[in-house]
C-alpha cells in the first residue's frame, strides 16, 4: 500500500534550490579587528594606585610577569582586562592575542618574541634559573594563596577588583573557578599526608627565598643584572604584595620601617615604574 507523502515533502520539491542560502542572517556578536597584539589579562578594570602612586595593571601574577616580559623585549602591544579565560587555548589567562587571529598561551609567548626578534637580553646571572624555580615554588604560591585563597584577601582583590561588574552567580562561579585553581597550584606537603594548604609554611618560604632575593639584588637595577625573566616574576610577585590591599605578614614585611626588605621593595617600585604601569 502506497504512503501518501507527507505536505512538507510536497512543499520542498516545489521550491528551487539553486540559490543557497535561502537567507543570509547577520551573526550577532562580531569579534573587534585588531592591529596589534592584544595581551588579555585578569581584571575588568586597571587596580587603583598603591604605595607607589603608580597603576598596577592587574593582581594577578602570571598576567604581570606575561606583561614585564613583552615590555622587557619593547614589543608593541595593547592590553585587555576581562575575568573570562576560556578565549585562551589553555582556558588560562593571560594569553596574547595576534592580529591574524592565533591565540598564544603564556607559554608561548618567549618563542614568539623570538621568532619575531624582540627577545630578551642574554641573561649575565649565572644560575638564573635556579633563582626562578625559587621564586615559582616559594614566592609566588605565597602571594598566590594570600590574594585568592584567604578569605580576607579573596574578598579584597579577587571579589572586589576583578568580579564586582558581574551578576552575582556569574561573580560566584568566576571567582570559584580562579580559586579553585590557585588553590590547587599551591597545595604544600607530601601527597600521601594530603597536601593540605598551609598559609604559615607558605609565608615561611617566601621570607627565605626574600632573603636570597635581596642578597642577589645588592645594589645593582635588576636581580640578573639585567631584563629577564627572573626579574619579570620577581617584580611581580613583589608589585602585587605591596600594591594589593592585603593585611598579611609578607606585606608587612616588605612595608615595615625598619624592614631590611627595603631594597628589594625599591627595586619593585621601580620596575613597576618603568615596566608596568599603565
Known amino acids: ?46 587596580t587603583k594606585g598603591g604605595p607607589s602612586g603608580c597603576v598596577l595593571p592587574t593582581y594577578d601574577i602570571e ?10 623585549a619593547k614589543y608593541r602591544f ?10 585562551s587555548p589553555d582556558g588560562k589567562l593571560p594569553y596574547l592575542l595576534l592580529p591574524d587571529g592565533t591565540a598564544l598561551r603564556a607559554a608561548e609567548i618567549a618563542s614568539h618574541l623570538e621568532q619575531s626578534g624582540h627577545s630578551l637580553p642574554d641573561c649575565p646571572l649565572v644560575g638564573e634559573l635556579a633563582y626562578r624555580t625559587m621564586v615559582e615554588r616559594s614566592l609566588a604560591p605565597a602571594v598566590e594563596y594570600m590574594a585568592w585563597v584567604d578569605p580576607v584577601g579573596f574578598e579584597a582583590v579577587g571579589d572586589a577588583r576583578y568580579l564586582g561588574g558581574y ?47 635581596l642578597a642577589l639584588l645588592g645594589d645593582g637595577d635588576y636581580l ?12 611581580a610577585c613583589l608589585n602585587v ?38
Not at 597550584?185 to 601527597?191: A, E, F, I, M, N
Request: with cysteine.
Open 167 to 213: 551578576p552575582s552567580l556569574i561573580r560566584y562561579l568566576l571567582g570559584w573557578i580562579k580559586s579553585s585553581r590557585v588553590a590547587a597550584s599551591v597545595r604544600c606537603g607530601l601527597p600521601e599526608y594530603g597536601a593540605a594548604l598551609d598559609g604559615d609554611v607558605l609565608t615561611e618560604n617566601a621570607l627565605r627565598a626574600l632573603d636570597s632575593l
Open 63 to 72: 598576567c604581570l610577569r606575561a606583561l614585564a616580559v613583552l615590555r622587557f
Open 1 to 46: 500500500m502506497a504512503t501518501p507523502e507527507a505536505p512538507l515533502r510536497e512543499i520542498l520539491k516545489s521550491i528551487s534550490f539553486t540559490r543557497l542560502p535561502l537567507r543570509h542572517i547577520e551573526p550577532f556578536f562580531v569579534p573587534e579587528p585588531i592591529t596589534v597584539p592584544r595581551l588579555y589579562i585578569y581584571g575588568n578594570n586597571q
Open 241 to 278: 604584595l605591596l600594591e594589593a590591599p592585603l593585611k598579611c605578614p609578607l606585606r608587612s614585611a616588605l612595608l615595615g620601617p625598619d624592614s631590611k626588605y627595603k631594597p628589594l621593595a625599591d627595586y619593585a617600585l621601580r620596575l613597576l615604574d618603568k615596566h608596568l604601569s599603565t
Open 224 to 235: 640578573a643584572g639585567a631584563p629577564s625573566l627572573l626579574d619579570a616574576h620577581a617584580a
Open 78 to 87: 595593547d592590553v585587555a582586562h576581562t575575568a573570562e579565560p576560556n578565549a
